[in-house]
């Protein structure tokens, strides 16, 4: 039998290959932006010569590169798990709780037991999941922005 | 419309070739015609030596999946036309290995399937002289779609996970494993899950999700892992939580 080997670049082959990699890519900006976020408020703890410091570095070119790369990755990372949110939890909505009739084994004797289960009902279509997990991302964003800007 | 298609088919005998070649054959460009057909031509009248499995013809087998340019295909169900004018590539399925020109060894999932107990459990032991299990429409609707796998293997070929850690037990073995957790009938989500909260069993996904896209019977194999990683992680949760005797 011949052993079919698997590329270093099997990621490149396949679009689908490429963005999937860089979705996993995506959560070392993730953390980056997490640690630059903690970095900030340490700043501010310390008060305003501190705060100056870091929003000095913060606008070096350097700096500015790599937070404009790890916002493009943040993009990516938001798009491609609100559309995989969609296929992983499916929503079921209506339908009914009924009582399932089931047997169980009682002293030796087949007697019915109940259990309930929910049926029917129809699965929310997920452009709707994808569209209400944007919605939640804009309230959010606006009460971040009211709480900083007012 | 051309009337011919050139095919680039994998040739490999084990022995003689240490590894696979190319050949090309032209065949006729039938509109009517699958790439099994060009297969089957190239048999029939070039040369009889060409390997490769097939039965039904009606993408209910599951026997004729290969790489056709790149993407695991049902053979069966992939017309030459959509190559036109060629060539067609067509390659035995990725991370198998090959045992004849198009023919992959399947074993590893063989093996892995009964693993995950895909079979309705029962915890009591009512016979058939009881009576038959009853289901109604909307049960069986529950786990219809996950009952559509052919185990044709096109997920286990997209899978990059699979090529790259052959122990991941895989998208068909865990979609399998939920259509019986589905089942109003069974007693066995226990089971299974002791066998896919493992790190081979769902854990092993990465949700790259083309086991879902290639799927020629709509089955869904992405959704059910990360259904089945919702499960294994509120166990996980609750084994840390909870005491013995609550669980």
Redesign the interface.
Known sequence: MYRQPVSRLWWLKKRTYFVFVMRELSCIFVAWFAVFLMVMVFAIGRGEASYQRFMDWAASPVVVAINIVALAFLVLHTMTWFVLTAHATPIRVGGRRVLAMREARVAGRIVPAATAVRVGGRQVPAAMVIASQYAGLVVVSAFIAWLVLR | MADSIRMQVTR?T?GP?S??TVAEYDVPLRKDWAVLDGLNYIKDHVDSSLSYRWSCRMGICGSCGMNVE?EPKLTCATFLTDYAPGPVRVE?L??????RDLVV?IEDFMEKLPRVKPWIIRD???TVI?GE??Q?P??LA?YKQFSNCINCMLCYAAC?IY??EPDFIGPAAIALAERYDLD?RDRGQRERLDVLIEKEGVWGC?????C??VCPKHV?P??AI??Y??KAAKENLMTFLLPRAAR
């Open positions: 490999y084990p070739d590894v696979p790149g035995p990725s991370n198998f290995p090959i045992v060894d009591d032991d009512v009881d299990y009853l109604t909307e049960e529950e990059p090529g790259l109003s990465t949700f790259v999700g083309e879902t896209t869904d992405a959704g990360q259904r990683k919702l």
